[in-house]
């Protein structure tokens, strides 16, 4: 059994560049002549796949591009060791390792985790430990490169120099092992170390060497290793061996006598096997992974181009990372999850508007422009075909197979019926307004949704079949945004009008009492469960059960983070989840828990297209984007996944160093407790929020939240407390497991229980003398106090009447809005409860009128948010000028304002009375705004409550709005 526990090893050949470009080109030479004589042929893939990199740089903490080695520990934490310090990746970006070496000699070139979890680091200079809270030198042995630490079978490690081996025991005793001379067959040249089975590994010349015990034996030509210079070893999960070279990969497995070789696409910089034992290697502007038989490219076309790849580190969580030379540390997110495709892969233009896979099992996608498709098994995709590329026929909305067809509709009201058979595309149908989606039901018709109205083709089979106009009932600005179907065969239909059923052959308006927002909704689904999902244009996410009934009763669906999210739509996967795409990536629910996917997790782009979603027969999803196609390959695996631990990476109180899980006990000291945390897998940084608590022990729990995985204590008082912290992700919906320690902080000496007993004692006698001289004074001071007592009456009065004047300007500032002089919002509903109220003369009306200064964001936008401020100030005086005394005027919102205007007739001239807050220019400095605005009018109705005003006038100013602004909507 091995215990190289490094989940890494990656290296390259030390000596100057031109040596190595120099080796490089050999190695490429020899490749192919390896590919053709020795190995299996291998054929790399034509066409890089995308991925997503995210850098991290000096701005996310790394203190050096310069990044040269990769180690994961036992809690998961991310090391890296570059040429100027150690750092550890704290979830959201990398925090230094403090310690006290020289910065001088933190040149970090290798890493080695022992088997018991014993960190070693290899510096330019020295050989040190990790103890815990600071690095301790172990010997004045030099590190030059990566991989020239092994362990030895226990805590120990070799570390080779040069062309010679050392051997360094858990105590720090160092040892120079024996090896032949040079020139000796087996000589030790500068390579790479590996301990597996009770063996050391390593190169020796252009061979490999197998050190067991003293006995050495050397691997050549005649056991399957080829002459090369070799850069990297590497051991998998199953116990076989891969040597990577400037020319060659090979492998072993336990127990053969001879290596295999696979062709390696270039040379080798860095190498390592994911969790499903796949090797990934680093190379040449791209990581290439072996599949078995071929290598597939992946590049992002732009850093990976760029980057001097030192080392390759494939997280189970998910990711792999990469150490680069000049470019700091870059994460691949979402490996193993998704296959992205942009233009990089021939994808004609974004945003994919929809996705298909035909009867003989090509992908369709419909883009911006035309479309693409993807043959089974393809890597590159391909134009859509010459009959579907007319001018017109561009933006493709939907795509509806249909055994040997496929219904395209396409933006701008074109229908188009393609027959995969002949080729040919039939233009069913134009000017269908601006589509939406298209459906087929249990009966083969095809629905199709626009602006403006509901389309249906009965005969999809028919040599020239129709598609017509349904009438539903709705008023004809009704937008038809999106469509489902239930179990019974009924079709559900979102409209901007609300919820439309078609069952039976006839259209309900489906009644859903509180719950029907205006605006209607964006799209509908329903989910094998019965359950049927709402999507309100204005945001948020409903659920009921579907009925046959007129009325349904709907809820909020209960998630905070969908609360106010605008979903585009709802789809729903064979498997019953249900997906809801919005601009900040796509929710899955899967029955119990909601988990979203973002470029986080490895999404090509967050901004997701209307219902450019594919179920595939192998479970995987295809989802459109506005920057191109995401494909998620194993999508269930995602409602499995946990967060890890919350890890401690340090706590200090003061110069003293805490242990998570430990209780400490610690002297009081005027120092601050430091604690520094991390959580390692998977996370969505700048989303998770790090919950964390320091109570004394025994008290109930206080839960504080921030942003950074920082926390600092100033002077803690005495006594013993109990630390706690945890990551909460909101993507994930989910805690972390919670990490802690126990402090207890022990009193100084003043406050022992033997100096509070001299405390006591010394206050009695203060006491007594105190009362002695005291009683003497007071005697005297009898008078002066009387005089003093005449003074403060005196003073008070005026303090009396300074309060009184406070008290009055309080009351102007908690009625009145600070900047426009106005009553502000709590106020002005109070004038209009009470003018409500009252009982006025006969025929004399109340108005009440909501104005919104239109596009009052471009203001701010344009000109600054003074200048906004003073069209605010403009505006309320305007509105004092031409309302009566009589009326309140106040504040309703950042651009509103509330009128409540007794006597106002309904037959005035509406538009003339507001006109004055339109016509003149509104003046900023030595700048004319022209600005409108939206005014909603109602009056005062016998029984009304506020509520019901405020809506009738807000319904009125929306309906102002909606007309194109600048103009005056009576509610009534």
Not at 888 to 916: K, N, Q
Request: with cysteine.
């Amino acid at each position: 059994m091995y215990d190289e526990v490094r989940t890494h090893t990656a290296t390259r050949l030390t000596g100057s560049r031109l040596l190595r470009w120099l080796a490089g080109c050999i190695g490429l030479f020899a490749v192919g002549v390896l590919a053709a004589a020795e190995v299996p042929a291998a054929t790399p893939a034509p066409a890089d796949r995308a991925i997503e990199l995210q850098q991290f740089t000096p701005e996310q903490g790394l203190g050096s591009l310069a990044a040269n080695v990769l180690l994961r520990d036992r809690q998961g934490v991310l090391w890296v060791g570059t040429e100027r310090g150690l750092y550890r990746f704290d979830g959201i970006g990398f925090q230094p390792v403090h310690t006290s070496v020289n910065p001088l000699d933190l040149a970090v070139n290798d890493l080695y985790l022992s088997p018991a979890g014993r960190l070693w680091v290899g510096t330019r200079r020295h050989l040190y430990v990790w103890g815990g809270s600071d690095l301790h030198r172990i010997a004045d042995l030099p590190v030059d490169d990566l991989q020239r630490i092994a362990g030895d079978g226990g805590e120990g490690v070799y570390v080779r120099h040069q062309r010679q081996l050392w051997h360094v025991t858990a105590d720090g005793r160092v040892q120079k092992v024996s090896w032949p001379q040079a020139l000796t067959a087996g000589a030790l040249t500068d390579g790479p170390l590996l301990w597996l089975d009770g063996s050391l590994w390593t190169s020796c010349g252009p061979a490999l060497c197998q050190r067991t015990g003293s006995a050495t034996r050397v691997w050549g030509t005649a056991d399957g290793v080829p002459a090369d210079d070799w850069l990297t070893l590497h051991v998998s999960p199953e116990g076989e061996l891969w040597a990577g070279g400037n020319a060659h990969l090979l492998f072993r497995r336990a127990g053969d006598s001879r290596f295999a070789a696979v062709a390696a696409p270039h040379p080798l910089d860095a190498l390592d096997l994911d969790a499903e034992g796949r090797v990934l290697a680093a190379s040449a502007g791209a990581i290439w992974r072996w599949n078995g038989s071929t290598w597939m490219p992946f590049s992002d076309d732009r850093t990976l181009q760029h980057a001097h790849l030192r080392d390759l580190l494939a997280d189970p969580a998910g990711a792999v990372w990469l150490a680069s030379g000049g470019r700091g540390v870059l994460r691949w997110r979402g490996y193993g999850q998704f296959q992205n495709w942009t233009a990089a892969q021939g994808l004609d233009s974004a945003p994919t508007w929809a996705i298909a896979r035909d009867a003989d099992g090509w992908l369709w996608f419909g883009n911006q422009r035309h479309g693409n498709r993807l043959a089974p098994g393809a890597a590159e995709l391909t134009a859509w075909p010459a009959a579907l590329q007319r001018p017109g026929w561009t933006d493709a909305m939907a795509i509806v197979p249909r055994g040997r067809q496929l219904w395209i509709v396409f933006n701008h009201g074109v229908l188009v019926r393609y027959d995969l058979d002949s080729g040919k595309a039939l233009q069913v149908a134009t000017d269908l307004g601006w589509a939406k989606f298209a459906l087929a039901d249990a009966q083969g018709r095809l629905w199709i949704g626009t602006h403006g109205m509901l389309w249906r083709v009965d005969a999809p089979d028919a040599a020239r079949p129709t598609a017509q106009a349904l009438l539903t009932g709705l008023p004809s600005d009704t937008s038809f945004l999106g469509a489902a179907t239930d179990a019974q065969g009924r079709v559900w239909i979102a409209t901007t009008h609300g919820l439309l059923r078609f069952a039976g052959g006839r259209f309900t308006l489906v009644d859903l009492g509180s719950h029907q927002p205006s605006g209607g909704f964006a799209d509908v689904a329903v989910t094998p469960d019965g359950a049927l999902w709402l999507a309100p244009v204005k945001g948020g996410l409903l659920r009921g059960k579907v009925a046959a009934a007129d009325r349904m009763d709907v809820r909020d669906a209960g998630d905070p983070l969908l609360g106010d999210t605008a979903l585009y739509s709802l789809d729903v996967d064979p498997v019953g989840r249900l997906w809801a795409f919005h601009d900040a990536g796509v929710d899955v629910y899967a029955g119990d828990r909601w988990r979203r996917l973002d470029h986080s997790d490895g999404l090509v782009w967050n901004d997701l297209a209307t219902g450019a979603f594919h179920a595939d027969s192998d479970g995987s999803i295809w989802l459109g984007t506005a920057g191109g196609v995401s494909h998620v390959l194993h999508p269930g695996r995602f409602a499995d996944t946990k967060l890890s631990p919350t890890v401690l990476l340090d706590a200090r109180y003061g110069d003293a160093s805490i242990r998570a899980g430990v209780d400490a006990s610690l002297p009081w000291s005027r120092g601050v407790l430091v604690v520094s945390l991390a959580q390692p897998g998977v996370t969505h940084p700048g989303e998770q929020q790090w919950q964390y608590r320091l109570d004394p022990v025994g008290a109930p729990a206080h839960w504080e939240t921030s942003t950074t995985p920082w926390m600092r204590y100033p002077a803690l008082a005495p006594g013993n407390y109990s630390f706690q912290a945890r990551v909460y992700d909101p993507a994930m919906r989910a805690y972390a497991p919670a990490v802690g320690f126990g402090l207890d902080v022990r009193p100084p000496w003043w406050q022992t229980t033997l100096a509070r007993l001299g405390y006591a004692v010394l206050a009695v006698l203060v006491l007594w003398a105190g009362w002695r001289w005291r009683h003497a004074r007071l005697l005297r001071h009898q008078a002066e106090l009387e005089a003093m007592v005449r003074e403060r009456t005196v003073a008070l009065e005026q303090d009396k009447r300074a309060l009184e004047i406070a008290h009055q300007a309080l009351q102007y500032e908690a009625s009145h809005d600070a900047l426009t002089g106005l009553l502000n919002r709590g106020a002005a509903i109070e004038a209009l409860v009470r003018m409500s109220g009252e009982d006025g003369p006969p025929r004399r009306r109340i108005a009440v009128a909501l104005i919104d200064l239109d596009h009052f964001k471009r203001i701010n936008d344009t000109w600054g948010h003074l200048a906004g401020d003073a069209v605010l100030v403009q505006c309320a005086d305007r509105l004092r000028a031409l309302a009566p005394t009589t009326a309140a005027l106040g504040r309703y919102g950042g651009e509103e304002l509330l009128v409540v205007w007794p006597g106002l007739s309904g037959e005035m001239d509406l538009a003339g009375l507001f006109a004055p807050l339109m016509e003149a220019p509104y003046r900023f400095r030595d700048i004319d705004m022209h600005v409108t605005c939206s005014v909603g009018i109602t009056w005062v109705r016998a029984g009304d409550d506020v509520n019901a005003i405020l809506h009738r006038a807000d319904t009125a100013l929306y309906e102002a709005k909606e007309r194109g602004r600048a103009r005056v909507v009576r509610a009534d």
